[in-house]
């Protein structure tokens, strides 16, 4: 049916995209088109799923039968799979049209119809990892995904940047894959099979520390995926190099996937959980918010904040699902429904305005040819469409109504304010205090916009290339706005998402929220309580609509007469305002650097040099640093620590054949007696 | 005190014939003049007098220590001359302006930038100075900034809201003032003087008619220079009490800003008393003062003067009582003595810096040999320190002030002119309310002034702002410029 | 210093700002002088002892035409008063001196022995302004006693804000420009700049002798003599510097806010 349909057609599209890499307008439009075809399918087949409320979808089907027993692919969808199938055909789609219009800019420099099909490929199998049924399938996904995200950042291998931080995302995943690895594992030797029907609940039969090793494994390896802080590192340097559809994706849907297994594994698998894990999970979330808002607003490169902004995003998820987890432990199931509720819509939120936003990096990035912000500027003049859709973008990202970011973060708000009076133990501390740090990120992530936009597009163009910007292709524009639609309409019309993620929520927590969350007819939100705190983003735009003719009336009858001047901006009877006279990204964030200075750890140096008085310098130069703290702190020592145990350990490697030999004797005696 | 120094020594408002002064080839003269700055005098001025196609170099020295000034001369060369900025900075804008008013190049003067004349609808020291780094944007503000006030631009380099650098544009309100007074004194001269810097009229017509009555060889009558010391603390007076209240409003401390405000206004109707010019506009002429008080006159400005400084005191004494008000000005706007030192700062800016320099005390002349006001010194060189300087000035000012009403000389007030020497330079220092006014006067063989060199305490001063700015937030900036407070058409001309 | 302390200081000092124009005018320093004013019929035919003494110029004897006073150029140093044998010309002690027409500063011919006084804006600028007046003062070289005596006018004694007239930072917020000093060369642009920066309708000041004609410094090549060839000036107000009651007279003079009391010509 549909979901095989669109299968098939990445499959397709990659084929066809790489038998024709020669003809690159070929490549490019089969290539991406085909994607665009499978996301539509994707699409209407998660959402007709949803809609249809089943509990399963797709029962598990076995696609392949090795030799060897137990060594199967299996698919099967239930309702969380369809939601995160959801997202990524939603997003792919969006990102498969701008790619139509963005590969042109790699004709006669790289090879188009090589990444248009490993964009298909990543397609397929991020699909394939939502829709596993069985570990073999999910594992060979994963590890098939981190491959082709790790050929992606490295696409441009000729820059020294890019392929370090294609190195380092390899390590990563494959830390990430073996942690997720180790944790199934110790899973299905409980079960004593692979797949995942009979991995729900298994948690109950392990004891309770093989649980909780488990659940570490797991938050650390899906962690990694996410990029939760401290295991972040690898996304803001590997996210910036990739080209900007791969980093749409990657954003937008491959950390994701740490979210699906994180849900699938915690409220599937691992069975009731211990209050401690929901509480590492909101504090982790939390932190990983504030830090990951801190660290955007001192970038002064636009992918690299959006990158940080993304760390931030998954921070806010996972409050909600750590929020949710407790819920669970103190026995509050329609508050762990509405906390998970808030966390999976901010999920599908976040990957859409976080595409958006990268999508309209891309379109910045090919029309200045430079990714600092320093060299942008006057941009909303010459690309009036692309920066109204960064706009729209910049608006959800800072969770501002009515849109989609807005509600997410108020659902949020809602289940953790709800929070406090769920226990008496001082864990119940834990909700206002994550309440406090998603308020103040919100309002740094704001700051952070508003520094973004505004130095990007507003005034004067700073540098020749933005001077000379033009508008964006077609194409381009239309994947922009596909995903601005789809902020727009998940901010207006909640309630009528919320009737999808019922089937999710039944299946995860056993209850269905929508009912009690829509009043009014689908108008207004609540938030399922007796004290019914309420919001209506429809509302209010409706209100904004409806008003609009006071004061168009107003300036009908008064203001036609008044004359209207252009006249330059006052600049105190100058010659004129130079570009170099406007605000610098970097001066616009400097009173928070200072404020968290123990933080960012800022070091400035100033450089003067004069010829003969110090009074009057020839030349002054200011240069300020902030330290990598998780780098420096924790990695690298880390690092030396092991590259100093493989030191000694290196002593293993004699070289000596008798040496040898007397390890293979050692091995043989042990595997006896531990055989026996 | 008595030291070898090859330059003429001289007092303040006497003059010297010109074949008198000392001339050196341009070299020895230049290394005489360096000589004496390294030994720590201060240049009170330094210009060029042409003669021909070629030009003369001048140097008046204040020697603080010795009560005494010096003056030299160079032959006449053209083309160019070693700049004595490379080793004293407090030269640099005399070595630019005798660039731009003559032609001749200061070699290796490292910041050679034009000071007043504009070239081409921008501001006179042409492309600004620029800090490297990516971080770095400008502000620009002026010449119409912000306020009642003189036009002026300052361009700042900031890394966020901290100043690296800031370089200050001034010119824009350049009248041609010494240019009008060649081959004069002329029937506007003295108007024209009194205008010099509106706010300091007694400062330079007292310093005019100083230049003028050496040059004739007389000295005004005593009481005319008991008057004119009279009315220069009632000018100091008035304008302290200004800045105070200008101060407090700039840190939104309204007590204080709208009493000091008001109690101007009585300061300034106190020389509109003597003179009827708020101003002092018509009081002080060569020869004498125009105008005198009679006794009734005077005990009324006494009165009144009494009332005057118990408000300013109860004003200045909530300024000093809040805190608020303390930590804006404390540690803002700083500048070490050493810096003071060697840009040769002068006025309360400089005695808030811990520089005792007064010329009053240093070169008393006029009233001031007879009758001594104590130097108000304070060591922070921060804005408190120039507001400090400012408030101690009041009550010493109100202190002589009140000595002098009480013990009125007799005499008349205004005595004629004899003509003026020919061939002949006189000097005139005056302790203004902002500094040193210097006049140089030098006439011709037909007694007519051929060279007069007009030196404003802010032509000193406005060095020590841009250096205060540094590493200053930038909204500390009016703060700090108002502590300084700094005459723009008096540097302008 | 207490709270207390300052609010009994206040309590007792009661409201410092005078009454005028609701009460009479504070006198003018006894030897101010004020305004000039010039019977030409007492003139001498062959003297020109004011021509020669004046420093700006601004006196001339054309043949066979009486003595005419520009006190758009008059830098009020009273040096025609003492020197007149006739008493021609002498000071009215009269501190309104404001006027709408270059020309009607002028004085000598008869009936213009002083000054004819400013009438108010029209109609539609009075409705616009008479309220709320919001000023931009421009210093084009101006020596900095106009502006002191404009500053002052702000403070509480005289408290320019209850008339609604306000000094602003932007030309963007004002309605009016208010010029001090002749307009130097290198303040030329400045100055333009700013005026075209004001939003329409909008009004020009010229502000002291500087401003109307070049004040003592009239004639130099350095600037431009005043303001009135680089923009249309409104409101001309005559002295060296203006005294703040007579700028305050011809604010109020040109708002109508005068009342009836005061109203001549």
Known sequence: MLLTFALWAYVAGMAGALVLQRAERLANVLGFGLAALGGVCGVVFSVSSLAAGRAVTIAPVTLWSGPIPDVRLVVEADALSCFFVLIVSLVGLAISVFSLGYARTYYGRKNVGVLAAVFNALLLVTTLVFIAGNLWMFLIAWELMALLAYGMVSFEHEDREARQAGVLYFIMSHLDAACILLGFLMLAQAAGDFSFASLRGIGAKLSPQQRDAAFMLFVIGFGIKAGAVPLHIWLPVAHPVAPSNISALMSGVLIKTGIYGLVRVCFEFLGPPPMWWGASLLAAGTVSAVLGVLYALMEHDLKRLLAYHSIENIGIILMGIGAALMFLHTGHAVLASLALIAGLYHTINHAVFKALLFLGAGAVLHATHTRNMEEMGGLAKRMRWTSLFFLVGAVAISALPPLNGFVSEWLTYQSLLQGFGTTTSLVRLMFPLGGAMLALTGALAAACFVKAFGITFLAQPRSDHARNAHEASLPVLIGQGVLTAACVFLGLFPTAFLKLLDPLTQQLTGHQLSQQLTLANGLVLSDATAQGGTVSTLGITLMAVYLLPVPLALWAMFGRKARTRIAPTWDCGQRGLTPQMEYTATGFSKPLRMIFKALFRPRREVQREYDFSPYFATTLRFESHMEEVFQTRFYRPVNLWLLRLSRRLRALQAGSLQAYLIYVFITLVALLLFAS | MKRDTPFTLLTNGTALSWADVPEWPLAEFLRNVGAELGRGERLSSFFGVPEGDALRLVAVLAFDAGNTLAVGRSQSFSGSFPALTATHAQAHLFEREIWEQHGVVPENHPWLKPVRKDHGAGPAVGDFFRVDGREIHEVAVGPVHAGIIEPGHFRFQCAGEEVLHLEIALGFQHRGVEEAIAGGPHRATVYQMETVAGDTTIGHATAYANALEALAGTEAPLRAQWLRAIALELERLANHTGDLGALAGDVAFLPTASACGKIRGDFLNLTALLCGNRFGRGLVRPGGCLLDGDTERLSQLRKRLETALAEVQQAAAWLWDAASVRTRFEHTGHLHAKQAAAIGLVGPAARACGLVRDVRFDHPTGWHRFAQVPVSVWPDGDVFARARVRWLEIQRSGDFLREQLDAVPEGETMSSLPALAPNSLAVALVEGWRGEVCHVALTGADGKLRRYKITDPSFHNWTGLALALRGQAISDFPLCNKSFNLSYCGFDL | ?265
Not at chain 3, 24 to 49: F, I, N, T, Y
Not at chain 3, 115 to 140: I, P, T
Not at chain 3, 193 to 204: F, G, H, N, Q, S
């Open chain 3, 1 to 265: 210093m207490s709270v207390h302390d300052t609010l009994l200081n206040r309590l007792k000092r009661g409201c410092e700002t005078m009454a005028y124009p609701k009460g009479p005018a504070p006198a003018l320093p006894d030897r101010h002088g004020g305004a000039l004013k010039v019977e030409a019929a007492k003139c001498d035919a062959s003297c020109s002892a004011c021509v020669t003494v004046c420093p700006t110029e601004a006196i001339a004897r054309p043949a066979g035409k009486p003595v005419a006073l520009d006190l758009g150029r008059c830098i009020f140093c009273a040096e025609c008063v003492t020197v007149c044998p006739t008493k021609a010309i002498t000071q009215s002690n009269d501190h309104r001196m404001a006027v709408r027409q270059r020309e009607d500063l002028v004085l000598g011919d008869t009936g213009k022995e002083q000054v004819r006084l400013a009438q108010a804006l029209d109609e539609k600028l009075r409705r616009l302004f008479g309220r709320s007046l919001k000023l931009r003062q421009v210093s084009a070289a101006g020596c900095n006693a106009c502006e002191a005596d404009t500053n002052v006018l702000g403070t509480i004694g005289w408290d320019l804000g209850r008339f609604g007239i306000q000094f602003v930072a932007s030309p963007r917020h004002a309605d009016g420009l208010l010029i001090t000093g002749p307009v130097s060369k290198n303040m030329e642009l400045a100055l333009k700049k700013t005026y075209i920066a004001l939003p329409e309708p909008r009004i020009v000041i010229a502000l002291g002798a500087c401003a109307i004609a070049g004040g003592p410094f009239i004639g130099h090549p350095q600037h431009h003599n005043g303001a009135s060839g680089l923009v249309p000036v409104d409101l001309f107000i005559p002295g060296c510097p203006p005294h703040p009651l007579t700028i305050l007279d011809g604010l109020l003079r040109l708002l109508d806010r005068l009342g009836e009391s005061d109203a001549r010509r």
